[in-house]
């Protein structure tokens, strides 16, 4: 068999991305959450604020760092396995990411330095500013990444000339006809991913009844918010849907495992899509449903997978899957929220075990969602880059053998599969030792940590320096 | 295109061309202090080595993000040519950085294996700046293209030349870093960074030496550019510039100056770099495409133009700041009080 470079550096791209993705998913709501922790201590003085915004800072630390090394590896990605692709695109497309750096990542690293180490060193309302603008530079940064990313899959305002692309309007370019959906429905999804791992960790500690005033805090903010974003986030998918439905049919055909355009279709809500024989196996219809969703009428119009020629169509089984996953994952958040409201009307928030053990249990779903969410988007558009325009395989960098770019994936490998577990076990282990601090001393934690690095290692027997 | 033909080359060409300076002066010392963190094996030296970077190191390597979107929108055709033609340079450098950029918040958290993310740290800033070195040996060297695509191989960016470039670069970062120390540390921690601070000060004379001797050869075109007629009357003042700094950086590292061998190194780093534009222009694809034959579209150049004027001033004021938070020594005891 011969290595296909292609094949690889698609398998490249989707392992570094999907590895990148989860830090923004947690960091831009946590970034979001510091500065209101900051905010209300700054504003009420009430010391719960500040013990929660400096242990979730610490977190914030190790996660923003990931999220940096691991993004870093993006750009290049494009010059290296998809110069084709760059070369084409670069004149609408790279103003976009650059606009990113130049507004977000500057912003960014230069206040995480002041609101990691600079607590005494800057006035209070300095800090606070700090962790506004690291907030700030979060959000930015996913404005410009997904306007990026929507006019690759609703590509708006260019034109082809020579097999390029060329800018005529700028506006239609940033505000392509996918990206408000997108922008909305993924920085909700990050917001959901972030609160319920304040969720889950408010729940461990009140299992174990420890840090009580904090937990409770966390427990009970989160879930408010929670009962505001996650049946916010279920109409935005249903907008996201119908525009999805809109400019990329084929893709719909392939989340819905649509063969035959029908008028009042079903919806599918099991089957095992054979892209061999066309059809599905084992399929669970409920009927017209597929048509009262996407068309809002229970005789609109769904196109099937058969209108277009095969060549053209996305593979079917892995959006099919993936979007079951996000949106079942949506089913039971919201679920969970129902059942918060009642256990808050009942008074048993925080010392129901029951609750508390789903609280703990639903950590990770957000994540899984955002994966499955991504999968079943990028998946779904193939096989484009540009959607309907430029395909994925003439986007690959034509110098590079199959060789090359297994070399190169198993070095993001490796060393993904050493850095990623470890910041994770790293988190977990301060979450373990929980917001009084390291070996829990009592006194004020400084600096979005317990003290600095020089202070806190342990400093073997006196030897000469160096 | 409705906008006018304007040519905004030069002024994309010299935002570039200050942005990947920062880059090499900024993340330069950073990885520096990095590569001279692997040569003490003391815990209050590396804390305090360490503690001289943390803050800044990741606004540092924000500039290398912007020095390759910035090619990608100021000049795309290069970026698609010379990516790739250095692919396992660039994987190297960002697996390097990566590990490098973990191990500061790791090594902390991380207290039964600390050994292996001290390691990662001067090994990955090691390892990252030789990546670089490489890329800008094969860079002078030129890139094999056909059409808009490189044609040449992956491992056409190994040579001898390259690889000594490569080592040339972890001396002028090894003396970048060590002039950081000497300004940010004092004592013996200081003193042992003046002693390494002579050693790569001895690295980076011998590396200008070979460089400049080797570029004229391996390229006529740019021994006529230096040496011919007027050319050389106007061009003497940098090499002539490079060795009364270079004098300057000797007598700064032996005498008391703490600021003296940071300055002395920057300039160093200023006149390598004007040397290296004023052989290779005005290529950015050496020796096929013009700045002018890769720029972007001129409706790009603009759009990206009106934000960058705005913004970079901003930048510069706010991590002008950040590095103002953290100003003087970097002491044990205190903190960076």
């Known amino acids: 068999m011969t290595l296909d470079p292609l094949l690889l550096s698609r398998l490249q791209f989707a392992w570094v991305i999907a590895w990148h993705i989860l830090l923004p998913a947690f960091t831009i709501g946590l970034a979001s959450y510091i500065a209101l922790l900051e905010a209300l201590n700054f504003a009420t003085g009430r010391d719960v604020y500040f013990r929660l915004s400096s242990f979730w800072t610490r977190i914030f630390a190790i996660s923003f760092g990931m999220g940096v090394v691991s993004g870093l590896v993006m750009p290049f990605q494009f010059g290296a396995n998809w110069s084709r692709f760059s070369d084409a695109t670069a004149n609408v497309l790279s103003p976009l990411l650059t606009y990113e750096a130049l507004m977000a990542f500057f912003l960014e690293a230069a206040f995480l330095g002041v609101l990691l180490f600079g607590r005494r060193l800057v006035p209070a309302w300095a800090h606070l500013v700090a962790a506004l603008m690291v907030a700030v530079g979060t959000l930015l940064s996913a404005f410009w990444i997904l306007a990026a990313n929507s006019w690759m899959?609703?590509?708006?305002?260019?034109?082809?000339?020579?097999?390029?692309?060329?800018?005529?309007?700028?506006?239609?370019?940033?505000?392509?006809?996918?990206?408000?959906?997108?922008?909305?429905?993924?920085?909700?999804?990050?917001?959901?991913?972030?609160?319920?791992?304040?969720?889950?960790?408010?729940?461990?500690?009140?299992?174990?009844?420890?840090?009580?005033?904090?937990?409770?805090?966390?427990?009970?903010?989160?879930?408010?918010?929670?009962?505001v974003l996650v049946p916010l986030q279920i109409f935005i998918g249903d907008r996201h849907g119908l525009n999805t439905f809109q400019y990329q049919p084929a893709k719909i055909a392939a989340i819905e495992a649509r063969w035959d355009t029908l008028s009042g279709a079903p919806l599918t809500l099991f089957a095992i899509p054979d892209e061999a024989k066309e059809s599905n196996r084992y399929a669970v219809d409920v009927p017209y449903l597929g048509s009262l969703i996407l068309t809002h009428d229970v005789h609109g119009n769904v196109r099937g997978l058969r209108e277009w020629p095969p060549e053209e169509r996305p593979p079917v089984a892995i959006p099919f899957f993936a979007f079951r996953v996000m949106v079942g994952i949506g089913l039971l958040m919201l679920a969970l929220i129902v059942v918060s409201w009642w256990m808050r009307a009942g008074r048993r928030l925080y010392d129901s075990v029951w609750f508390l053990r789903?609280?703990?249990?639903?950590?990770?779903?957000?994540?899984?969602?955002?994966?499955?969410?991504?999968?079943?988007?990028?998946?779904?558009?193939?096989?484009?880059?540009?959607?309907?325009?430029?395909?994925t395989a003439d986007s690959v960098s034509p110098s590079l053998t199959g060789q090359d770019v297994l070399i190169s994936l198993a070095g993001y490998g490796i060393v993904y599969l050493v850095i990623f577990p470890v910041g994770v076990a790293l988190m977990a282990r301060l979450v373990r030792i929980g917001p009084l601090g390291i070996g829990l001393q009592p006194e004020p934690i400084e600096s979005g940590r317990p003290d600095l690095p020089v202070r806190a290692l342990p400093t073997a027997e006196p030897e000469a320096l160096p | 295109m409705s906008v006018p033909i304007l040519d905004f080359v030069?002024?994309?060409?010299?935002?570039?061309?200050?942005?990947?300076?920062?880059?090499?002066?900024?993340?330069?010392?950073?990885?520096?202090?990095?590569?001279?963190?692997?040569?003490?094996?003391?815990?209050?030296?590396?804390?305090?080595?360490?503690?001289?970077?943390?803050?800044?190191?990741?606004?540092?390597?924000?500039?290398?993000?912007?020095?390759?979107?910035?090619?990608?929108?100021?000049?795309?055709?290069?970026?698609?040519?010379?990516?790739?033609?250095?692919?396992?340079?660039?994987?190297?450098?960002?697996?390097?950085?990566?590990?490098?950029?973990?191990?500061?918040e790791f090594r902390y958290r991380d207290a039964p294996h600390r050994t292996f993310w001290d390691y990662a740290f001067s090994i990955g800033s090691a390892l990252a700046t030789f990546s670089q070195g490489i890329v800008l040996g094969a860079f002078i060297q030129g890139f094999e293209v056909s059409g808009r695509n490189f044609a040449g191989g992956s491992l056409d960016c190994f040579t001898p030349f390259s690889i000594w470039t490569g080592i040339s670069l972890m001396f002028g970062y090894g003396l970048l870093g060590a002039g950081w120390l000497i300004l940010k540390t004092q004592g013996e921690l200081q003193e042992w960074a003046r002693r390494l601070g002579r050693w790569c000060f001895f690295g980076v004379l011998l590396a200008i030496a070979v460089v400049s001797a080797l570029t004229p050869?391996?390229?006529?075109?740019?021994?006529?550019?230096?040496?011919?007629?007027?050319?050389?009357?106007?061009?003497?003042?940098?090499?002539?510039?490079?060795?009364l700094v270079a004098i300057w950086?000797?007598?700064?590292?032996?005498?008391?100056?703490?600021?003296?061998?940071?300055?002395?190194?920057?300039?160093?780093?200023?006149?390598?770099?004007?040397?290296?534009?004023?052989?290779?222009?005005?290529?950015?694809?050496?020796?096929?495409?013009?700045?002018?034959?890769?720029?972007?579209?001129?409706?790009?150049?603009?759009?990206?133009?009106i934000g960058a004027l705005f913004l970079l001033p901003i930048i510069l004021m706010y991590t002008g700041w950040s590095y103002w938070v953290f100003r003087g020594k970097v002491r044990a005891d205190i903190g960076y009080h």
Not at chain 1, 172 to 190: G, N
Not at chain 2, 222 to 238: G, H, T, V, Y
Not at chain 2, 278 to 296: C, H, N
């Open chain 2, 217 to 243: 050869v391996l390229e006529l075109d740019i021994a006529f550019r230096w040496f011919s007629w007027p050319n050389i009357l106007f061009l003497s003042p940098i090499p002539i510039l490079t060795l």
């Open chain 1, 153 to 227: 899959q609703t590509p708006a305002g260019y034109e082809v000339i020579d097999g390029r692309f060329f800018p005529q309007d700028w506006l239609k370019i940033i505000f392509s006809p996918s990206f408000p959906y997108r922008l909305l429905h993924t920085v909700v999804a990050f917001y959901i991913t972030t609160s319920f791992v304040v969720l889950g960790v408010a729940a461990f500690y009140l299992r174990r009844g420890r840090f009580i005033e904090e937990a409770r805090n966390m427990l009970s903010m989160t879930l408010w918010l929670l009962t």
């Open chain 1, 358 to 391: 789903c609280c703990e249990a639903a950590m990770p779903l957000g994540f899984i969602a955002v994966l499955a969410g991504w999968t079943t988007t990028e998946v779904g558009r193939q096989p484009w880059t540009v959607y309907g325009v430029m395909r």
């Open chain 2, 249 to 305: 950086e000797w007598r700064s590292l032996n005498n008391r100056s703490e600021v003296g061998p940071f300055v002395g190194a920057l300039v160093l780093f200023l006149l390598c770099y004007l040397g290296i534009a004023i052989s290779l222009w005005p290529m950015i694809v050496p020796y096929k495409f013009t700045l002018w034959e890769a720029a972007a579209s001129p409706n790009t150049h603009a759009f990206l133009l």
């Open chain 2, 10 to 104: 030069p002024i994309w060409t010299l935002i570039l061309g200050l942005g990947v300076f920062f880059y090499v002066l900024l993340d330069g010392f950073d990885l520096g202090v990095g590569i001279l963190y692997g040569f003490t094996a003391n815990r209050v030296s590396r804390n305090l080595i360490m503690n001289s970077i943390a803050p800044i190191w990741d606004g540092n390597e924000t500039w290398l993000v912007l020095g390759g979107l910035g090619l990608f929108a100021a000049f795309p055709l290069a970026f698609a040519i010379i990516i790739p033609a250095v692919y396992f340079p660039i994987l190297g450098m960002l697996l390097a950085l990566a590990f490098r950029g973990v191990a500061f």
